[in-house]
């Protein structure tokens, strides 16, 4: 496999990739993917191998510098290109048509070569070559929009999710259609062009909530919830925040139970009264019960009588908790500069196992003269470097 | 509404089962892959409706005595007035798929899935673990009929470990996985994450699937999958785990801001559109917003120059990159007044001309309407029997030899009870209706 895609989502797509087996080249720009450039840093300066952001989407790759600005760098990333299986990119059409590396170009010329791309707006339509940014990708695709929309308010400024979530859903939706283009290619023979949209996969992961705006004039009226949700919501315990969620009659009796059955809760058969019917009220004195306990307390006792319920977690919180760390999520690797710690693993265990045989993301250029030696000639990779074609 | 926006409209039969889904008019990745579906609510739905757009065969478990809740109700909206077949949230994430009505709990339906299992390549749930084991409908009891079987379980926390037994939902899956705690205003409490986690954690689901099946075309060997949905939005997010271990300390909530660049906000707008784009058939927003970021001075001083705010560009509290940082409360309200009487749709139009990136903030019909939604292809028409033509979206990926087509809405309950089990499974009528005399197919 060879990339050219730099930031989030290419590299994880390619990442997923990589970490599953396949031989994966990363090329990069003399100065570098420009995750690795994105703060925060593992260092408190600047550090061009210590960018979580970078260390994060990058492992099991080896990192060859081209330039692609120079003819003989070009020459050498359409050799390897053409050797891959597949060839991820995040390039637009038109810096692939200025590599010489267009799609359909390279569709006629290597049949059996996936060609992935995750580009902001797709290969092809009007918005091809608009300049973006995560932010207004976000808001661009109603991703923005959906997580204002699921706090209940339908005003208010729309609001990106946090971490770099959105960027993800590139990298989700890619990994996806690669792995299906190469079950495609084992059964047929032949490459094909993968064109996501990142726009489209944020898109996707609010289709229901899209398609009830559109085709039926948005949500129904329903009664304002404390939270954001008819049937649970946001509750702050004493030592933070908690999700509950309650929308089955025995999650609800589950809920009502680990408050210690209170009398409001019932009508005068004894029988438990409808959420919905009971409104604010209800809503109170959940308040007021979980705010006596931590979310610790109120999360067993939720889940112990089948209520579904999450405390917040911060990400140190997850890394610690022993549900993560008994399934073996996180694998520590060591990391020539900056220091060892705990990466996220695919979200699966295969019969019983992780799959965790993964190298740390790679030293920019480390391997830029064994990968491109073949294809330097009359060079050799020193005389390269010196030309400033590898680096 | 009676066209779509690209010509293709889907629509199935009226009455009793409607036999095949009609043909792709190309094979997918998956075709000929036959798939038992067993999830229900939101995630699992929609990864299962990931393969069935790459081909396969899905045939979806359901039961008038556990109906799947997504055809009655949704988290966020509450109780749906329609009835079963109704259900908008249901018919979109499990477009492309069968329908066959099983009561699990009775001997009959189980030999029915064991049947199955036999003709399958794959398996798909969402039960909390151990359910399906305890009817006797587990991987290691498929895997009795059928050694070759892939069988995902996407679980809320996963199959092993001492939560195993615990349940949840979208919104708890972001809360467990600490992208709950990194959403929101920095000076605001975490947000409640909706839906879109469910289809995150369906989208991993259906990638271990196809990782499963490539496993299998290469080995032949089938295998047991343990996917964890809240591990699936943990993996969203591995860079806040590197911040954890590497800087000492947890990220922080950032709203739409960020750590380097400003201007980089959403901004209130007079309107979504320029007052002519406005008919009385209009179905997008009136009020608008727009999404503004500027890397670098170059992106600066462009904002400045098409946005009238020309005498910004002097003044030194915005003149690097770092005082507009610094200053960035000051700088928001002076862009609103600017922004606060322009159209958002037109004006990011205008400011991406000029190189700055920019996006109207868009939702539901406004994004149906957009040119370059429209330019890709657009929506395609559904029309569930029950209800009323629907325009959905098409899947978050082209596929330029394989494309995903949507053959079919969502079925009725129970659509394609007969069909699977006379067709697919050959059971002759005296079968049949000794199943249903048992209840097994209720």
Redesign the interface.
């Known amino acids: 496999m060879v990339e050219l895609a730099e930031e989030i989502a290419g590299p994880?797509a390619a990442r997923?990739l990589a970490d599953?087996g396949a031989e994966t080249i990363k090329i990069e720009p003399p100065r570098g993917d420009a995750a690795r450039r994105m703060?925060?840093?593992?260092e408190p300066s600047p550090h061009r191998e210590?960018s979580?952001?970078w260390?994060?989407?990058n492992t099991s790759k080896r990192s060859v510098v081209l330039d692609l600005e120079s003819a003989s760098g070009r020459r050498v990333l359409r050799e390897l290109v053409g050797l891959a299986d597949v060839f991820v990119t995040d390039r637009t059409p038109r810096q692939l048509a200025e590599l010489d590396l267009s799609p359909d170009d390279l569709?006629e010329r290597h049949p059996r070569l996936i060609i992935a791309a995750v580009t902001p707006?797709?290969l092809?339509?009007?918005?091809a070559e608009?300049?973006?940014?995560p932010?207004?990708?976000?808001?661009?695709?109603?991703?923005?929009?959906?997580?204002r929309?699921?706090?209940?308010a339908n005003t208010g400024?729309?609001?990106?999710?946090?971490?770099?979530?959105h960027e993800?859903?590139g990298g989700?939706?890619?990994?996806?259609?690669t792995?299906?283009?190469?079950?495609?290619r084992?059964?047929?023979g032949?490459?094909?062009?993968?064109?996501?949209?990142s726009t489209?996969?944020m898109?996707?992961?609010?289709?229901?909530?899209?398609?009830?705006?559109?085709?039926?004039?948005?949500?129904?009226a329903?009664?304002p919830t404390k939270?954001?949700?008819?049937?649970g919501?946001?509750l702050?315990c004493s030592d933070g925040?908690?999700?509950?969620?309650t929308?089955?009659s025995h999650?609800w009796a589950g809920l009502i139970t680990a408050m210690g059955d209170p009398d409001w809760a019932y009508d005068s058969n004894g029988d438990l009264i409808d959420r919905?019917e009971l409104g604010e009220d209800a809503a109170d004195a959940i308040e007021q019960w979980a705010s006596a306990h931590t979310r610790d307390e109120v999360f067993r006792a939720l889940?112990t009588n089948?209520?579904?319920?999450?405390?917040?977690?911060?990400?140190?919180?997850?890394?610690d908790s022993?549900?993560?760390q008994?399934?073996e999520?996180?694998d520590l690797l060591e990391h020539p500069v900056?220091?060892?710690?705990?990466?996220?693993?695919?979200?699966?265990?295969?019969?019983?196992a992780r799959r965790s045989a993964r190298t740390p993301a790679p030293m920019l250029g480390s391997s830029s003269a064994d990968v491109t030696r073949p294809f330097l000639a009359p060079w050799n990779p020193a005389q390269a470097r010196r030309a400033g074609v590898i680096g | 509404m009676t066209t779509t926006s690209n010509g293709q409209t889907t629509q199935n039969g009226q009455n009793g089962h409607r036999g095949l889904l009609p043909p792709a008019t190309r094979p997918g990745p998956l075709s000929g892959k036959r798939i038992i579906d067993f999830t229900w609510a939101w995630a699992g739905p929609y990864g299962a409706m990931q393969l069935a757009l790459l081909g396969a065969e899905l045939i979806k478990i359901e039961s008038a005595t556990r109906i799947d809740h997504s055809r009655q109700r949704s988290l966020a909206m509450g109780s749906f007035k329609g009835g079963v077949n109704q259900a908008p949230m249901f018919n979109e994430v499990n477009l492309n798929k069968h329908s066959i009505q099983l009561n699990l709990k009775t001997e009959g339906a189980k030999q029915v899935i064991r049947d199955l299992a036999a003709t399958a390549d794959g398996a798909i749930d969402n039960f909390r673990p151990g359910i399906l084991e305890k009817l006797g409908l587990g991987y290691e009891d498929l895997r009795a009929v059928n050694p070759e079987i892939v069988m995902v379980s996407a679980s809320a926390l996963g199959a092993t470990g001492p939560e195993r037994n615990y349940t949840g939902y979208a919104p708890t899956f972001a809360a467990l996985s600490g992208l709950s705690y990194l959403s929101g205003e920095p000076e605001e409490p975490p947000v409640m994450m909706g839906g879109s986690i469910d289809l995150r954690a369906g989208t991993t689901a259906a990638m271990a699937m196809l990782a499963g099946f490539h496993y299998h075309a290469r080995t032949g060997r089938g295998q047991f999958i343990d996917a964890s949905s809240s591990e699936a939005i943990g993996m969203h997010i591995a860079e806040e785990f590197l911040h954890v271990d590497l800087l000492g300390r947890d990220g922080d909530r950032l709203g739409n801001g960020h750590r380097a660049y400003a201007p980089h906000d959403v901004f209130r707008c007079a309107s979504m559109r320029a007052p002519e784009a406005y008919s009385d058939e209009h179905k997008g927003a009136r009020s608008g917003w727009i999404a503004i970021a500027c890397r670098s001075d170059q992106e600066w001083q462009a904002l400045c120059e098409c946005s009238g705010l020309e005498h910004l560009r002097s003044d030194p509290r915005f003149r690097t990159g770092l005082r507009r940082w610094k200053h960035r409360e000051e700088l928001k309200p002076m862009i609103e007044a600017w922004t606060s009487e322009q159209p958002a749709v037109e004006t990011a139009e205008t400011l991406r001309a000029a190189g700055v990136p920019a996006a109207a903030s868009v939702w539901g019909s406004d994004i149906h309407h957009s040119e370059n939604f429209q330019s890709r292809g657009g929506a395609v028409g559904v029309r569930p029997p029950e209800t009323h033509l629907r325009q959905v979206l098409p899947p978050p990926w082209k596929l330029s030899e394989t494309p995903a087509e949507i053959v079919s809405p969502a079925p009725r309950l129970g659509e394609d009870t007969d069909f699977v089990l006379s067709r697919m499974l050959g059971y002759d009528q005296d079968k049949i209706d000794a199943l249903a005399q048992e209840g097994a197919l209720e």
């Open positions: 994880f997923m599953a703060a925060p840093f593992a210590t979580t952001s260390l994060a989407y569709r707006f797709g092809v339509g009007s918005a608009w300049p973006s940014t932010l207004t990708r976000a808001h661009a695709s109603g991703s923005a929009a959906g997580v929309r699921n706090l209940g400024a729309p609001l990106m999710a946090g971490a770099k979530v993800a859903d989700t939706a890619l990994a996806l259609a792995w299906s283009a190469l079950i495609a084992e059964r047929f032949h490459g094909q062009i993968v064109d996501v949209a489209e996969a898109m996707n992961m609010d289709r229901v909530d899209i398609s009830i705006a559109h085709n039926d004039g948005g949500p129904p329903r009664p939270g954001g949700s008819a049937f919501g946001r702050e925040h908690l999700i509950a969620v929308p089955q999650q919905l889940q089948s209520a579904p319920a999450g405390p917040v977690l911060r990400p140190s919180e997850v890394m022993e549900q993560m008994v399934r999520f996180f900056a220091e060892s710690a705990r990466y996220p693993q695919f979200a699966a265990r295969w019969n019983g």
